[in-house]
């Protein structure tokens, strides 16, 4: 069944795109892109070989009604022969070298994916003009202009199309956006700015058009594409070179400037959508290296060093404005017998839920973080003794929910408390009263929590 959904899908997508290309005619015959090959790369590249038969019925079919009249004709049949051989080959060799995974995210996978849609449109191209010169008798003089727009037109076509895979891989499956990403916590603001890019490229290109600027001054259009890469990363930056790329086009063809070279016109769009794969890869690597840095490998949450870099100016701002602060160290009961009785694996996944546990308990401005092994912490701003309590219960009953992977066997955990005051002095004092508290409610039987103050008073 799911093979059958994804040939209907890889079908019909085919479909579109091919006739997707028809509505961006920048001249007789040539359209400023063509990503309907983008189709059948994607799809052997990401499911597998066997889409390859699906994929030459999508080729066939994808000129419906003329194509299935004009497909036996040698040259017709030639073409498309080139284009199911050259890129379901292409993607069959990108996977079995697993050359790049998708969602693109690393330079790596960026260059990777650039250099096999490169090379494959450029012998794309070479055998379309072979097929052009010996099968369908055209002239020399043409064979280069053609040669050129078909390679351009594919690179830019294929480029675009993997480009809008990636963006819709990414959302689908829920990867990771590193803090700071623009739809990280909301949706209009990036719309707002789109379609704001998208009015400004369209303004540009109509003035720039009407005064027959647009060959000196064409490329000036990259700018928001920098400028998004750089301050807002690989989504956005995607998301608006697919958007600068429409509306120029689409201003182009309004406005119908021939002057400009259909070339020139098609490699400004190819240098857009590989400027922001590489400037958006660049900013992702680095973010990604700061979050690794900082970060706990498995769990995802702030690592022993950035806990104390971040908390220790938590810690200043309360006692310096007064404010309540309270600590909870966390401790899993007998989580040795885990991995002792179910192995390593299983104990990474019951970490990583409790971990889960940890930054449901917390608002925005509290922190929590793994310190090591079955250890967690909680550093809870302007949060009182009785708030810091509830808190804790509340995140002991949902640890003990965790259930080990493939078993019936359920987690407890033991928390201590601590609460900033006139004698504490600085974090590492909270940590070492949080711990006392910590090792009192191992001692009262596990699976419950203890405030230092009151130890202390007793």
């Not at 050259?86 to 250099?115: E, M, N, Q, W």
Request: charged share 15%; hydrophobic share 55%.
């Amino acid at each position: 069944m799911e093979f059958f959904s994804r040939s209907l899908v890889l079908v019909l997508l085919y479909y579109l795109m091919w006739h997707f290309a028809s509505l961006f005619e920048i001249a007789p015959f040539v359209s400023a892109f063509y990503p309907a090959a983008g189709v059948v790369l994607l799809f052997v590249f990401h499911f597998g070989p066997r889409y390859i038969p699906v994929a030459a019925l999508a080729i066939m079919l994808g000129s419906f009604p003329f194509g299935l009249f004009h497909f036996w004709q040698v040259e017709n049949f030639a073409m498309a022969l080139r284009q199911l051989l050259i890129y379901s080959g292409a993607a069959v060799l990108a996977r079995h070298l697993s050359l790049f995974s998708l969602p693109v995210k690393t330079l790596r996978d960026v260059s990777a994916l650039i250099l096999i849609v490169v090379l494959t449109t450029l012998v794309s191209a070479a055998v379309a003009i072979f097929v052009l010169k010996y099968l369908a008798s055209v002239p020399s003089e043409e064979l280069l202009t053609l040669f050129l727009s078909y390679w351009i037109g594919d690179l830019g076509g294929v480029l675009m199309f993997m480009v809008a895979a990636t963006l819709f891989i990414d959302v689908y499956e829920g990867h990771h956006v590193y803090r700071g990403d623009v739809f990280e916590r909301r949706v209009v603001w990036p719309l707002m700015l789109l379609l704001l890019i998208a009015l400004t490229v369209a303004v540009y290109f109509m003035v720039t058009g009407v005064e027959g600027m647009v060959g000196r001054v064409g490329y000036l259009i990259l700018l928001p594409v920098a400028w998004a890469a750089t301050v807002y990363g690989m989504r956005f930056a995607l998301l608006t070179s697919l958007i600068v790329n429409l509306s120029a086009v689409s201003v182009y063809l309004l406005l119908d400037l021939d002057n400009y070279p259909v070339v020139d016109f098609q490699l400004l769009f190819v240098v857009t959508v590989i400027m922001a794969l590489i400037l958006g890869a660049s900013l992702e690597e680095r973010e990604q290296a700061r979050f690794d840095a900082s970060h706990d490998p498995l769990t995802r949450v702030m690592n022993r060093r950035a806990f104390f870099n971040y908390g220790n100016a938590l810690f200043e701002r309360a006692r310096r404005h007064n404010r309540d602060l309270a600590l909870l160290m966390v401790d899993l009961d007998y989580f040795k017998l885990v991995n002792d009785t179910w192995g390593h694996k299983s104990g990474d996944q019951v970490l990583m839920a409790v971990a889960e546990c940890c930054r449901h308990a917390c608002r925005q401005t509290d922190l929590h973080a793994r310190l090591g092994g079955e250890e967690f912490v909680l550093l809870l701003d302007d949060a009182d003794a009785e708030q810091s309590a509830v808190v804790a219960e509340r995140l002991r009953e949902a640890i003990e929910k965790v259930i080990v992977p493939l078993t019936s066997h359920t987690l407890t955990a033991s928390i201590g408390i601590s609460q900033l005051n006139q004698a504490t002095r600085s974090l590492e004092d909270m940590l070492s009263q949080a711990d006392k508290a910590l090792y009192a409610a191992k001692a009262d039987g596990r699976n419950n929590y203890k405030v230092f103050s009151k130890l202390a008073s007793t």
